[in-house]
């Protein structure tokens, strides 16, 4: 009866520890800094809330400047591109053969925008506009895994979801490297 208790007690502390830290108000106050709102307010391609969210991580609150955001939004976005193409290679290994080409395809495309996000790392120490064209294109290959799937008249609930999130970090990183590019020294 003892350890039925416990393993009550444990669930439910599971339950409230993940209620508060998935709760709004837990997730808007961590990142939503003066910095976070110009930017979130720039992107006009995703909606404020993603874009708050996808800058939800321990180290904005300490970030002032629109350069060491951008380098932070580009980490998120290798970070969160790195996951979708590994969860796609990983999908393909147990896939049926027909959705086997459509799979590679995605994780080809997938593997192009992260490696974007990669060259607009070493880009945006240099030249932002071209970190900002580099962001741009990262895009490319969430539209092609979308087309592989919409020709092959396939739905594939998850990759599409990993489409979405690397989509935002496109979005994201677009609008933080070309406020750096606005604010470069080369812009004016």
């Known amino acids: 009866m003892e350890s039925y ?15 508060v830290l998935s709760s709004p108000a837990a997730t808007a106050t961590a990142t939503e800094t003066k910095l976070v ?23 904005t609150g300490n970030i002032t400047d629109i350069r060491a955001l951008a380098f932070l939004s580009l ?11 590994g969860f796609v290679r ?17 994780y080809d495309n997938l593997l192009y925008s992260h490696m974007n996000f990669h060259v607009a790392v070493g880009d945006l120490m240099v030249d932002p506009m071209t970190a ?7 895009m490319d290959g969430v539209n092609y895994c979308r087309n592989v799937m919409k020709e092959a008249k396939v739905s594939i609930p998850e990759v ?29």
Not at 43 to 58: G, P, Q, R
Not at 167 to 188: D, Q, R
């Open 75 to 85: 980490d998120l976005a290798r970070a969160n591109s790195s996951e979708a193409v």
């Open 37 to 59: 709102r110009e930017v979130c307010q720039n992107t006009s391609l995703m909606k404020y809330k993603d874009c708050v969210e996808a800058l939800n991580d321990f180290r």
């Open 90 to 106: 990983g999908l393909s290994v147990y896939a049926p053969s027909e959705l086997g080409s459509v799979l590679k395809s995605c």
């Open 160 to 188: 599409e979801k990993r489409c979405d999130n690397v989509e935002v970090f496109v979005h994201l990183c677009y609008t933080t490297t070309g406020m750096v590019g606005e604010t470069s020294p080369e812009a004016n």
């Open 132 to 138: 900002n064209y580099d962001t741009f294109v990262a």
């Open 5 to 19: 208790r416990v393993s009550l007690f444990l669930i439910l502390l599971g339950i409230a520890v993940s209620l």
